[in-house]
C-alpha cells in the first residue's frame, strides 16, 4: 500500500576513483572509458499515483530507501563498449555509439561477468528496478525526470521529446545516446529509447 517503506540492502561496491578506473580501463581496451555517475543513497517514492496518466493497474507507490551510494553508467551500454567486453554485437541498428539492442537479461549477466572478471572487487551489476528509478528520477517524483507532469496520453509526446527517443520521434530507429537532455544526477537516455534490464527482472 502506498507509504510503505522498503529497504533496498545491496553490497557495497568498492571505493571508485575515476581516474583509477580510467588507468585500468586502458590496460585491457582500446575504446573510451565508459564513463560513470555517481549516485547517493537516499528514500524516494517509487511508483507512480493512481490518477497519472498511463499508470499501471498492478503498480503500488511505497518509500523505498537506498542505502548505499552506487555508480551508474551516463548512457545505456553502447554497441563499442558491449563489443569491447563481449567481442559480438547482436543489435539490428548497426553504429558505435548506438546502445546495444537485442540482448537479454542472462547476456547482461555475462557481461557484468566479464568486467568483473577483468576488474576484481568493483561488483559490476545491473541495477534493481527500485534502483534504476530512483537514478531515473533523480530528486524528482512526476511523471518526467525533468519535474515535468504528465497531463495526458495525448499531450505526452511534446513533453518527452527534448527527455528520449519514442516512436513519435525515432524515426523507427535506435539513435547516438546522450544526444537527450539529462536529468538532474546527469544521466541520459533514461526516458525512451531501448528497454534498460534490472538485476531483479
Same mark, same amino acid.
Given at each position: 500500500k502506498s507509504g510503505e517503506t522498503e529497504i533496498q540492502e545491496q @553490497?557495497?561496491?568498492?571505493?571508485?576513483?575515476?581516474?583509477?578506473?580510467?588507468?585500468?580501463?586502458?590496460?585491457?581496451?582500446?575504446t573510451p572509458v565508459?564513463?560513470?555517475?555517481?549516485?547517493?543513497?537516499?528514500?524516494?517514492?517509487?511508483?507512480? @499515483?493512481?490518477?497519472?496518466?498511463?499508470?499501471?493497474?498492478?503498480?503500488t507507490q511505497r518509500i523505498v530507501e537506498i542505502k548505499h551510494d552506487f555508480w551508474m553508467l551516463e548512457t545505456p551500454c553502447t554497441q563499442e563498449l558491449w563489443f569491447a567486453v563481449m567481442r559480438s554485437n547482436p543489435s539490428e541498428h548497426i553504429g558505435?555509439?548506438?546502445p546495444v539492442e537485442l540482448v537479454s537479461w542472462y547476456d547482461c549477466?555475462?557481461?557484468c561477468k566479464k568486467l568483473n572478471g577483468l576488474f576484481p572487487n568493483l561488483n559490476f551489476r545491473l541495477p534493481t528496478e527500485a534502483e534504476w528509478e530512483y537514478a531515473c528520477r533523480a530528486?524528482?517524483?512526476?511523471?518526467? *525526470?525533468?519535474?515535468?507532469?504528465?497531463?495526458?496520453?495525448?499531450?505526452?509526446?511534446?513533453?518527452?521529446n527534448?527527455?528520449?527517443?519514442?516512436?513519435?520521434?525515432?524515426?523507427?530507429?535506435?539513435?547516438?545516446?546522450?544526444?537527450?537532455? @539529462? *536529468?538532474?544526477?546527469?544521466?541520459?537516455?533514461?526516458?525512451?529509447?531501448?528497454w534498460e534490464w534490472c538485476q531483479d527482472e
Open positions: @553490497p557495497q561496491p568498492a571505493a571508485l576513483h575515476l581516474s583509477d578506473f580510467s588507468s585500468l580501463w586502458a590496460t585491457q581496451f582500446t565508459p564513463r560513470l555517475v555517481a549516485i547517493p543513497q537516499g528514500q524516494f517514492m517509487m511508483g507512480s @499515483p493512481s490518477n497519472e496518466p498511463g499508470h499501471c493497474t498492478s503498480e558505435p555509439k548506438l549477466q555475462e557481461f530528486g524528482t517524483n512526476t511523471a518526467f *525526470n525533468d519535474g515535468s507532469a504528465c497531463i495526458d496520453l495525448a499531450s505526452y509526446k511534446t513533453t518527452l527534448p527527455l528520449g527517443w519514442f516512436k513519435g520521434n525515432s524515426g523507427g530507429r535506435t539513435h547516438p545516446v546522450g544526444l537527450k537532455k @539529462p *536529468n538532474a544526477w546527469g544521466l541520459h537516455d533514461m526516458h525512451g529509447g531501448v
